[in-house]
Nanobody, 123 residues
Framework: QVQLVESGGGLVQAGGSLRLSCAAS????????MGWFRQAPGKEREFVAV????????YYADSVKGRFTISRDNAKNTVFLQMNSLKPEDTAVYYC????????????????WGQGTQVTVSS
């Protein structure tokens, strides 16, 4: 059984910052990519960022490029999402997920998901 637990969400004003964490347990993730997705009310879950666990290769959605940074601590089986210059349109529930196979940008490529953490950005 794999568990992913996100933390670090909250309410922040536009222009502010938050750092999300995702702690993984029950499995060794040293060879797998970890991704962050988000889902706003009434919208589909969308890709935010992904990091290849072993080589630290990263990809970002265009909407967050230059503002968000994904990183990882292999020793602690934890992945982070540093979010700067937040905008009201970043408001969503943020999920971390463990990549299984296939396209890094598609939700169907991930087989384990956390419960999500709410991020609210006020204008």
């Amino acid at each position: 059984q794999v568990q992913l637990v996100e933390s670090g969400g909250g309410l922040v004003q536009a222009g502010g910052s938050l750092r999300l964490s995702c702690a993984a347990s029950g499995r060794t993730f040293s060879s797998y990519a970890m991704g962050w997705f988000r889902q706003a009310p009434g919208k589909e879950r969308e890709f935010v960022a992904v990091i290849n666990w072993r080589f630290s290769i990263t990809y970002y959605a265009d909407s967050v490029k230059g503002r968000f940074t994904i990183s990882r601590d292999n020793a602690k089986n934890t992945v982070f999402l540093q979010m700067n210059s937040l905008k009201p349109e970043d408001t969503a529930v943020y999920y971390c997920a463990a990549h299984n196979s296939g396209n890094y940008f598609a939700t169907r490529s991930y087989n384990y998901w956390g419960q999500g953490t709410q991020v609210t950005v006020s204008s």
